[in-house]
């Protein structure tokens, strides 16, 4: 469905967008044809880039739980929201405890009128939504709604879903991430998921950077060592850095290769 003659203000519907596309692949209906243009072309060239999606997705579901379950976490903070689907992080974080407080953050004027109409919260916790940008930090952390909705003297979770591999440039992510971590106390945890090239052949490597040298892809990929970096003083949780289907895998879910998922993941706690 083309949703062009009714984009919201600031939104340019010939202009792709990662969190529209990403909900091409998931199957959803909140995009507009630049958008499918652009995940048909990855996807004729990387035919299992829509499999990575999906994988990346029931991670967001599973780490969350883990958060909530295991770690006691009861305040999120989830930049690169993207559209909703099912099981967003409020749903899960609040099915286990209803309490649990989210501040959900995302660049895209679609994703937000969809997350205020949609992510609702449970009527014990409370969620809140920003238009800001990752590249942008301090203002996210500085902002009055996060201040109300978060207490950044308790341990929050920072969910990095699939975000920061948009941010450009060798060694470009990693500031951002220590900028957030360090606002936030000992006990938060950082979930990351990251897009990478390290499963794929030469000739696919050489194919993708042409692909974002030439514009046709906005997806900068990681390599395991960079990604790895981004956790440097937190404590990995087990299994450590692994594709998103090989993260704490349910009783029988199937484990593709690894060359079909292209996305490591990681969750370490702040000590």
Known sequence: MDHSSAAPAGLDPTVPHPARRYNYWLGGKD??????????????H???????????????GRATRFLAEEAGIRQFLDIGTGLPTANNTHEVAQRIAP??????VDNDPLVMV?????????????????????????SI????????????????????????????GHGAARPIVRELLDALPSGSYLVATHATSDFGTPEQQALY??????????????????????FDNLELVEPGIVPASEWRPGPGDEI????????????????
Request: a negative charge; glycine letters at 4%.
């Open 31 to 44: 995009h507009f044809a630049a958008d499918r243009a652009s995940g048909d072309e990855l996807e004729k």
């Open 46 to 60: 990387f035919p299992k880039v829509r499999a990575g999606a999906i994988a990346n997705r029931a991670l967001l």
């Open 99 to 104: 309490e649990a407080r989210i501040v959900y």
């Open 114 to 138: 969809h997350a205020r109409a949609l992510l609702n919260s449970s009527p014990a916790g409370r969620t809140a939504y920003l238009e800001k940008d990752l590249n942008q930090p301090q």
């Open 141 to 168: 952390l500085q902002d009055p709604m996060l201040l109300e909705t978060l207490d950044l003297d308790e341990p929050v979770g920072l969910m990095l879903i699939a975000v920061l591999h948009f941010v450009h």
């Open 209 to 230: 950077q042409q692909l974002v040298e030439t514009g046709r892809s906005d997806v900068w990929t990681r390599p395991q060592d960079e990604f790895a970096a981004l």
């Open 256 to 271: 593709p290769p690894r060359s079909d998922i292209n996305v490591w993941t990681a969750v370490g706690r702040k000590p």
